[in-house]
């Protein structure tokens, strides 16, 4: 099943590998993920399996969003 939670944890594990070759620590790395053209259950969904920063292109979309989300503590 292609979930947001399963394509994370692939983006998650490609870091990791990435970070390996290149002698760096995983954790060093943050996952910037892009929110435009996504609803705010999406990016919901995305927070619960562990996305907690998100960017967006444009200011008034990303307020839609912010006020939808406010009750999470998205970066």
């Known amino acids: 099943m292609d979930t947001i ?4 944890e692939s983006v998650k594990l490609r870091i990791a590998e990435a970070a390996k070759l290149a002698g760096r620590d995983p954790q ?3 996952l910037l993920a892009a929110s435009k053209t996504n ?3 999406k990016l919901r969904e995305a ?3 562990g ?4 960017g967006e292109n444009y ?7 912010i ?3 406010s009750d ?4």
Do not use: S, Y
Request: net charge negative.
């Open 59 to 65: 200011l008034q979309e990303g307020l839609i969003k």
């Open 47 to 49: 927070w619960n399996a």
């Open 51 to 54: 996305q907690k920063v998100f």
């Open 5 to 8: 939670a399963t394509r994370l």
């Open 67 to 69: 006020h939808a989300l």
């Open 39 to 41: 609803q705010p259950d």
């Open 72 to 75: 999470l503590p998205i970066e």
């Open 28 to 30: 060093e790395i943050l």
